[in-house]
């Protein structure tokens, strides 16, 4: 065992031998524990927040602005929780050693689809960091009722909610900007209201730029850079005071972005959203309604980094559109409990296709035809139970159905004569003889029960069995060309992946346990921990079925048994109160494993053991907090996608907040020693690579060095 792995056990038992380390109980009021603001499911908004679950908002949310742009980036120190790179907008969310796709990510309600081979522009690249009010993260044990099509859990991304006056026409907002040192960061934002008693209305909009970041060894990452806004109207009426109806139309556009551990980059993507809710009484319950739209114009190819220029280069279109309706009805029942019942649909179509290039032997002169006319669709009904059996005990349990049918039309190779492409045309041949029409019946099942024996004590158990259907990518990639096979990729390891029409859907069933003590003080001691086992029948893995041409493996999608595990422990305890202000403590430990059991190779991108501790001082509105970040070394890696190695690594970080008035800002010293270290989940630098001429071993992609981040806002 090295150093810092030691280092980081034994701190963490001895955090957890005083009761030093864990959120608010469950029963009590909240208490804020940086950068995480957890709320209780015992408060007024009762199972909005699981035992078991973390939110981040308030404080959490505004600290958080000075960082980065992306949503997720809000909620990376919530435990269980770690982020895959990505672009510099969106990561790619894990839950629970579980990523992208198998994490149900919703916004204010709403599921999208990734509309990309690279998954380039996951759910929450459509809406800026400056825009959410609050972030809530379910994992394993997650309510039927939040949404299916998942296996790890619910993360769902709020938005402010619509305002309205007490009397008049009132109006007001904010404006805000940031900057961000160690990539050139710049960014402003804007939320403008007219709110009535009975109509409200509210304007928000972003935009973000940002060079390459530098590492800690003062070396440019390559495919770092980024330009992106969003703008989004909302329009809400209250005709009664227990009803409520809001359309909110966005856009969002990114004129480029580059991807590190990519071989593609973004060069442009244009969304439209409309979203429309509607909630009121029905009887002695609740009756919600929702529909939702969005299209997505997606374009790749290669930045400057990777050698690309105005023309040429080998442009890659995805076309998509995604349209949902949704029902739900909850209300009390005398003598059972809460009942919960809904309905929905989910309908995603796609093009995927890339242009011909004149004068290319290899890409010319047909247009390579990907997934054409792709469809997804999703019919969902569920039922949900919600008891309080004895006075000390609640419980939930709930079922839900989705039928998942799947399908897409004939493709095209670039050519079908020719040695380059023979691979790929005898390939595209074998796809469109096939009956690629398939038809998943999936069920999900959580049932969970809290123990609250007094107001300092909460215990959440359950069991559950979450089901996803492959994606559009997973089953229906057909490319078996070198070239062709490489740009799928989902998780920046640099193999090229093919899919697999015959996939079966990945079914989790998972146990998890949490326990959450407080001293009953307000700000006092407080203990959470979390232990966690999920076993997944016909997990979609990767086979190797043959070699790229720079050495990396060619991997298809298959399904294989895997197991995953880990423990969770966070929590705070106050040290002392001077004139100077309270000093507290806080930190936070998570440790998973995730194995291939038919193959016994270790699972991809598991995130090693890794904590979060800080001394946090607050005195009036001001907060300060000084931040040790330490990640254990990353040795247990995926053979078959030749993931690499990463050395364990400590940072520094300092933080502090506070609010004058109408204005409120948030600064921070990222890596304060300007640590040079690799990200676990950063795969390969391939825009270093390329840029250098494809020479050299690869490398993993480096973490940002030393950066000075500030945030500003100021309210009118």
Known sequence: MNMKHTLLCSTAAALLASAGIALPAAAQAPTELPPIDAQDAGSARAGDVAVSGTEIAGEAIESGLATSSDSLQLMSRAPGVSLQSNGGIASLPILRGLADDRVGVLIDGQQSTNYCPNHMNPVSSY??????????VTPTLSPVSMGGDNIAGIISIESRAPEFSSGGVEFFGEAG??????????????????????????????????????????????????????????????????????????????????????????????????????????????LTAEASWRS??????????????????????????????????????????????????????????????????????????????????????????????????????????????????????????????????????????????????????TAKATWRPSDTLAVEFG?????????????????????????????????????????????????????DWSDGVKDGRVLRVSGWATHVEDYIDADRIGSLRDGLPMLQFANHKAELYGLEATGAMPLWQTGYGDTRFTGTVSWAKGENKDTGDNLYNIVPLQGLFALENRKGVWTQALELELVDEKDDISAVRQELRTPGYVLVHLRAGGEIGRVRFAAAIENLLDQDYDLPLGGIAFGDYKYDGRTGPYHQVAGPGRSFNLSLNVAF
């Open 127 to 136: 809406i800026d960091a400056s825009r959410v009010e609050r972030i809530v």
């Open 463 to 515: 069991a559950a069995q979450k089901t996803r259907s492959p994606n559009l990518y997973e089953r229906y990639a057909w490319g078996r060309g070198s070239m062709s096979s490489s740009m799928t990729n989902m998780t920046g390891d640099g193999a090229g992946y093919v899919g697999d029409i015959n996939l079966e859907p990945e079914v989790a069933r998972s146990l998890a346990a949490t326990l």
């Open 296 to 445: 997505v114009d997606h374009e790749m190819n290669f930045l400057s980094d990777k050698g690309g220029a105005a023309t040429g280069g080998m442009p890659m279109i995805t076309e998509g559109e995604d349209t949902s309706v949704k029902l739900s009805y909850d209300t009390p029942v005398e003598g059972v409990g809460r009942v919960r019942v809904g309905a929905e649909m989910f309908r995603a179509s796609m093009d995927d296709y890339w242009p011909a290039v004149p004068g290319s032997m290899m890409m010319s002169p047909l247009d390579y035809v990907n997934i054409n006319d792709g469809e997804r669709n999703r019919t969902g009904v569920w039922a949900e139970w919600e008891a309080a059996p004895a006075p000390a005990w609640s419980t939930l349990f709930g079922v839900r159905y989705e039928n998942v049918e799947m399908d897409t039309g004939e493709v095209q190779p670039y050519s079908w004569t020719g040695m380059m492409n023979m691979p790929d045309a005898m390939a595209a041949m074998a796809f469109n003889a096939a009956d690629r029409a398939r038809e998943d019946d999936n069920i999900d099942v």
């Open 177 to 286: 900007a940031t900057y961000r040192s160690v990539s050139n960061g710049i960014g402003a934002s804007l939320q403008a209201n007219a709110a009535g008693e009975k109509v409200s209305a509210r304007y928000e909009a972003s935009w973000n730029k940002a060079d390459n970041y530098k590492s800690g060894s003062g070396d440019e990452v390559r495919s770092t850079l980024y330009q992106n806004y969003d703008q989004s109207l909302l329009l809400a009426a209250r005709p009664a005071d227990d009803v409520l109806l809001w359309v909110r139309i966005s856009q969002q556009g990114v004129p480029y972005e580059g991807f590190a551990n990519q071989r593609m980059d973004l060069t442009d993507n244009k969304s439209n959203s409309v979203q429309v809710h509607g909630e009121g009484p029905l009887g002695a319950g609740l």
